[in-house]
């Protein structure tokens, strides 16, 4: 019930949301049509607008927009022209999708052991070695990380394709690059989290119940250590789903991430609310799918 | 109970994570013969919507039109048209459509798809920026501005399926040029009716140029294939061409080094650092390019009012040194603003270098030794691309350049891009950086933007000689005469008025290997028609190249009507 209580708000949230965002880009200076190049005559500039409709008051344009919404249209792209918002998204979402599922992938795979042993081998060279590593993944950002796995396994050693997209050998880097930032904060929160339940009075319980070491930090030192990263990986994935302009434009990959950016700078009004409403959802829907996993893992927790 | 449903739900994760991997990933598709890295996403294929050179670079593959360019010396030379004839009073011309005209599906090319397509790009449905190419011909501006309704008024018909006639409101000595113009090429009446703005998704797409459509995916990449329909196939020697939408230098360097890449022709996308390196290899090509850098006045502003004003700040710009010192890819100092090598035209020389004249000039206009002079802006914009920074490094010289010798401070404030055309067409600015490259091969292209109206004059001057010029000047026939008039009216805009400060002329740069790669050469518009261009394999390589310029300029000459200009 309150899952599909929760469900039911996220309609009049993505309108609020949609509303905003559809005054906003419309209040930033610069519009869609302001270029280098001016159209010959005033009338050529008119007509552009009035084919967008953009000579119209704007609650007429945002009444426009909620119609074609309504039909599961975002509209006509101003700035790739004979490209609707729905193709964009469909060309990009699935490439952001498949980089955003990769390097989330990556992100737990290297941070969950990393904050696991860490954790597990408090105070030893094993702790010392994967909290340099955490830290270093953490303060490198995704830009700098990216050029020196091109500068290496690209160009010097010519191992992997330095961009583009379409085999599978060109989505190692990126996804190395995109993930390896999330890698270093998972390994934290689960090395920070597994430290204080490991104080809790019950782990000290069931040690003296003569459990192994190796029973009580799985079954239950983890189990709720965890849950920190559970509550970070519904934002994480929503961030990753819809790409990461810095690292799509690096590897020069086709997804979404890239749109989002250049739509803003680009005044490109129906792709920055289209997009921003995707998002908006994205981010409803995955935090609602994070709520649904805490109430698998920890018992305890009951949504009324 | 809850511990399966979190291994299901684990499993799930897994599987689909695995699926993502294989299906997303694993699209391998057959590779191109050539693969050129275009620069920016094209906003569009259409022919009459898009405005950029990277755009037209590609749609002159996919939409032919009655002429085109020789990729050489850009001089109109017949395409679809095979001969025309103009009247002796220059006004009327008659084109004569090949009989093995067809588009890419079969069907013939008409004199109607001209006429369908010409109007089409007037019509204001369309909103077609570039809509102002087609205004030299009769009645066209009238009815893109919707003051006749009526189409058939406008000054373009079939006379028969193979002859289309285009009466001109006055003698255009460009109008064969701009036949070769993407706005003016043909686009596929029935595609366009069925599918409406979103006519480039249907495939086949019926094409009319050496190429059509395959693949676009944004941001991913454009392929095309060989037309095998089009009139001239015999000669388009490259079967499919990749188009990387590329806008990071870096990318498209890296690209072009590891092999990923034959060509990169766009030159926002050399990498400045790089510059002093990349300019000595052999596979490096600069050449010179109808652009010109220079900065504008608002001249509604004060002191900007007064042309002397205006004049001390040009004289006292050391424009070798920003050549030599900071865009350093060969750019040449500029003095005038159409750039030289223009079809028809010598350029006047503007002022040089002169403080001392400057100085004096500045205490007559009741500013001596810079005092009183009120604090202004200079405005510019962040660059993407290889220009990123070029823009800010120009705005600080000029700066140090104003105060050394004028005792002038001029503050510098960069804005986001849209904002500052923004602010530039409200003139919202004192002083404000800016760049023109050229459309067609004619001094207008340049000199016509000044006149007072134009919408990209952006700096409040007006001037009814400077009109009355250039509009003398364009329905002139004699070349010598219609020279002298244009030439009048440059002095007036770089010498005499100055609303505008010419800084340097852009110079083309592009990179291909040239012993791999052949068809490609360096214009005046940096424009490169793909049915030359071509992949050199092989150990007979040289005299490949050899014969293939050969045959190439044959190929013209046979194809170059007796009267290609009028």
Known sequence: MYFLKRLVVLAPLLLVISFLAFVLVRLSPGGPFDRERKPATPEIERNLKAKYHLDEPVWKQYGR???????????????????????????????????????????????????????????????????????????????????????????????????????????????????????????????????????????????????????????????????????????????????????????????????????????????????????????????????????????????? | MGRQRACGIFSAFCILYLAFLLTGCLKPEPSADLVIVNGNEPESLDPAI?????????????????????PKTVAPIADLADRWEISPDKKVYTFHIRT?????????????????????????????????????????????????????????????????????????AFFLDLCAFPTLNIVPRKTIEQYGD??????????????????????????????????DAANVRTEVFDFLPIGSPNTALNLYETGAADVVWDKDLIPVELLDDLKNRPDYHTFTYLGTYFFRFNVTHKPFDDPRVRKVFALVINKKRLVEKITKAGEQAASHFVPPGVANYQPVPGLGFDPENARRLLASAGFPGGKGFPRLQYKFFAAAG??????????????????????????????????????????????????????????????????????NNRTGWGNARYDELLRAANKETDLKLREKLFQEAESLLIRDELPIVPLYFYVGFNYYDPNKVAGIYPNILDQHPLQDIRKISGSSRRKEALAASADRQERHSLLMPAATRN
């Open chain 2, 198 to 231: 979103r006519w480039l998704m249907v495939r086949p797409l019926p094409a009319s140029g050496p190429y059509e459509l395959v693949t676009w995916r944004l941001n991913d990449k454009i392929r095309m294939r060989k037309n095998p329909r089009y009139w």
């Open chain 2, 100 to 172: 093995n005209a067809l588009w890419s599906t079969g069907e013939p090319i008409t004199a109607e798809d001209f006429v369908y397509s010409w109007i089409r790009a007037i019509n204001p449905e369309t909103a077609s920026d570039y809509a102002g190419q087609l205004f030299p011909i009769k009645n066209a501006e009238e009815f893109n501005a919707g003051k006749i309704k009526d189409s058939s008024l406008v000054g373009v018909h079939a006379l028969d399926p193979r002859t289309l006639r285009v009466e001109l409101n006055q003698p255009t």
């Open chain 2, 50 to 70: 898009i405005t950029g050179l990277s755009e037209m670079r590609l749609t002159q593959g996919l939409w032919a039109g009655l002429t085109r360019l020789h």
């Open chain 2, 386 to 455: 290889g220009a990123a920074k070029l823009h800010a490094k120009i705005a600080v010289e000029l700066q140090q350049m104003w105060r050394d010798e004028l005792g002038v401070e001029i503050e510098l404030q960069q804005i986001e891009r849209k904002v500052f055309y923004a602010v530039q067409s409200k003139l919202d600015y004192d002083l404000s950086q800016s760049s023109w490259i050229g459309d067609y091969n004619d001094a207008n292209t340049f000199l016509d933007m000044f006149m007072t109206n134009n919408g």
């Open chain 1, 65 to 304: 927009f909620l119609s074609d919404l309504l039909h599961g249209d975002f509209g006509m792209s101003l700035k790739y022209r004979n490209h609707t918002v729905n193709d964009i998204i469909a060309q990009g979402l699935p490439v952001s999708v498949v980089l955003g599922m990769l390097a989330f992938g990556f992100a737990m795979g290297v941070g969950l052991p990393v904050g696991f042993i860490t954790a597990a081998k408090r105070g030893r060279w094993e702790d010392y070695t994967g909290s340099v590593l955490a830290v270093l993944m953490v303060c490198i950002p995704g830009f700098v990380v990216a050029p020196l796995l091109i500068m290496f396994f690209a160009i010097k050693w010519r191992l992997l394709p330095v961009a583009l997209w379409g085999s599978p050998w060109q989505v190692i880097l990126p996804t190395i690059a995109l993930g390896l930032y999330f890698s270093g904060k998972i390994a934290r929160l689960l090395r920070e989290g597994m430290l204080n339940t490991m104080q809790a009075e019950f782990i000290t319980t069931a040690r003296a119940k003569g459990l192994s070491e190796n029973s009580v930090l799985i079954k239950h030192v983890f189990r709720l250590a965890v849950l920190p990263v559970v509550s970070y990986a519904g934002p994480l994935l929503a961030d990753l789903l819809t790409g990461s302009f810095v690292i799509e434009n690096i590897f020069q990959l086709p997804g979404i991430g890239v749109f989002i950016v250049n739509g803003s700078l680009n005044r490109d009004y129906t792709m920055v609310v289209g997009l921003v409403v995707l998002y908006a959802a994205l981010l409803v829907v995955l935090n609602l799918a994070v709520d649904l996993v805490y109430t698998l893992l920890d018992p305890r927790v009951k949504y009324e």
